[in-house]
């Protein structure tokens, strides 16, 4: 009697490496990863401790939509696929603080910084233009002008701030290309490389009644050299977004994350948190948000996943 075939071998359950703020990261292979969206969310560099119905899902399937624009774009990432509801698959690079140690001319790495271009004065700007931080004449304006909370920048906005540190910081063009190891050349052809990305954007949610108001990007360089966009960008907890529609009418209508922070900053916990970094004392535990403001919360991130992709949102069985 011949022999049945043997069922083909199970994938191996990928190996948990590290938990981020928001999402967890799972080891595949030698070469690819695995990215879990949790429903956590956080502000400030603070994990709040209250869970958001349906995010993870809204972040991985927004996520997966602009990886696909680049796709289109021929712009080179690292996102493979959809893996669940929740998940997906990336290609993997070496994540060292310095990545001056790989060598003289290091590939396959994480570019340990964040990457902001600004389109409007909001969010950080505006507390810097507020605190009289930041000038008119740094940001485009004529001298002696008074920017204003909403004002559309003369030009964009380019920021480089710290990526594996506990807390980001504002770097420098010098502290940037030293703790990136990248030369001006690829710093400005990263800086063209989002403008194209944000333009294409832009194009896309303007007729769904979007505006994009700034963003932040990472990027990684891959075993041949090449530059590319990795973990995941233009999701409300990345990137802020107006209602365009409001804005004409002299209203800012937040469709980010943008919103969490404002229950934050209007409480008075924000104050409080700035101070205590400033004096290098002990920061305050950052309090839950109120019980009916989860569910709150949920519907802005799967209004924004709506609104963004043009799709409808129907959960298709991650984590509620």
Not at 123 to 131: C, F, K, M, N, P
Not at 191 to 196: D, P, S
Not at 246 to 270: L, M, P
Request: charged share 30%; hydrophobic share 35%; net charge neutral.
């Amino acid at each position: 009697m011949p022999a049945r075939p043997s069922a083909p071998p199970s994938a191996p359950e990928p190996k948990y490496l590290r938990r981020g703020k928001v999402k967890e990261v799972y080891e595949v292979s030698p070469t690819e990863l695995e990215f879990r969206f949790t429903n956590d969310i956080s502000v400030f560099d603070k994990h709040i401790p209250s869970e958001i119905p349906h995010k993870g899902e809204t972040l991985a399937r927004t996520a997966a939509h602009w990886f696909e624009l680049c796709g289109r774009l021929k712009v080179p990432h690292h996102f493979l696929r959809l893996s669940g509801p929740t998940a997906m698959r990336v290609r993997r690079v070496q994540v060292v603080p310095k990545p001056r140690t790989l060598g003289a001319h290091p590939k396959n790495f994480l570019i340990p910084l964040e990457f902001i271009v600004r389109y409007y004065v909001a969010g950080s700007l505006w507390d810097r233009v507020r605190a009289g931080k930041v000038r008119a004449d740094a940001l485009g304006f004529p001298a002696g002008h008074a920017p204003v909370y909403g004002e559309r920048l003369p030009e964009p906005m380019f920021e480089v701030t710290t990526k594996l540190e506990p807390i980001d910081r504002l770097l420098d063009w010098p502290e940037a290309l030293e703790l990136s190891a990248l030369d001006r050349r690829e710093m400005d052809a990263i800086r063209e490389t989002i403008l194209r990305i944000d333009a294409a954007m832009g194009a896309e949610v303007e007729p769904r009644g979007l505006l994009h108001v700034d963003g932040k990007k990472e990027f990684a360089v891959d075993a041949e050299g090449t530059t590319m966009v990795v973990d995941t960008f233009g999701t409300a907890d990345e990137d802020r977004f107006w209602d365009r529609d409001a804005y004409q009418r002299g209203r800012q209508v937040e469709f980010s994350k943008e919103f969490v922070r404002q229950h934050y900053r209007t409480s008075g916990y924000f104050d409080l948190l700035t101070k205590a970094r400033e004096a290098g004392t002990a920061e305050p535990p950052i309090p839950a948000r109120p019980p009916h403001h989860g569910d709150e919360v949920s519907r802005l991130y799967t209004t924004v996943f709506q609104r963004l992709t043009g799709r409808p949102f129907a959960p298709t069985g991650g984590p509620a």
